[in-house]
């Protein structure tokens, strides 16, 4: 079965970190790009950074909001990518979905179920 | 960076109904353009890629069109399962952003 499973999520203070993770199974995760992307309770998805796969370089890229806070990284021997997220603040609270970014639809074709961070003191 | 601009916000339609969602880019992305559909507490589900290809699985009331900067999302016949709400996103520059959603609600 294709599948994203994301862990790690949690409450943590402001300016405190957390790291997410997310499991792949059932393709082939060493040659996909992987995403992050955030929605905060009622509010619309925003793309958070992406990390291409060895061919590419393992490349990475952020947005604005969480560049110098956050990295993306992954471990093709474990089918697993991750999010380091330090600095956290307040407005960082979301629920955090990894997905795989396929380049023959060029799209994000599989999503994982999302885990909830609330950064809060 | 690419802003993506969602109209209407808000719909609200009936069973069976015809509906049209539109997308605005703020350059032109061709056709790299998707949609996705978001029910309350899952993951967003990929509707529609490259503005016109439908995703294996999803019903054929489901269609795409446009390129450039004007996009759209018409479904035919609204059926229960799709009240829902909709997302465009574009694929052509990173970073990727999304459109800020198109809640469809039962009249």
């Known amino acids: 079965e294709v599948q994203l499973v994301e862990s790690g999520g949690g409450l943590v203070q402001p300016g405190g970190s957390l790291k997410l993770s997310c499991a792949a199974s059932?393709?082939?995760?060493?040659?996909?790009?992987m995403h992050w992307v955030r929605q905060a309770s009622g509010k619309g998805l925003e793309w958070v950074g992406r990390?291409?796969?060895?061919?590419?370089?393992?490349?990475?890229a952020y947005a604005a909001s969480v560049k110098g806070r956050f990295t993306i990284s992954r471990d093709d021997s474990k089918n697993t990518a991750y999010l380091q997220m330090n600095s956290l603040k307040t407005e960082d609270t979301a629920v955090y979905y990894c997905?795989?970014?396929?380049?023959?639809?060029?799209?994000?074709?599989?999503w994982g179920q999302g885990t909830m961070v609330t950064v809060s003191s | 960076d690419i802003q993506m601009t969602q109209s209407p916000s808000s719909l609200s339609a009936s069973v069976g109904d015809r509906v049209t969602i539109t997308c605005r880019a703020s350059q032109s992305i061709s056709s790299y353009l998707n949609w996705y559909q978001q029910k309350p507490g899952k993951a967003p589900k990929l509707l529609i890629y490259a503005a016109s290809s439908l995703q294996s699985g999803v019903p054929s009331r489901f269609s795409g069109s446009g390129s450039g900067t004007d996009f759209t999302l018409t479904i035919s016949s609204l059926q229960p399962e799709d009240f829902a709400t909709y997302y465009c996103q574009q694929s052509y520059s990173t970073p990727r952003s999304f459109g800020q959603g198109t809640k469809l609600e039962i009249k």
């Open positions: 059932g393709f082939t995760f060493s040659g996909s790009a």
């Open positions: 990390i291409r796969s060895k061919a590419n370089s393992y490349a990475t």
């Open positions: 997905t795989r970014h396929d380049d023959y639809v060029w799209a994000f074709d599989i």
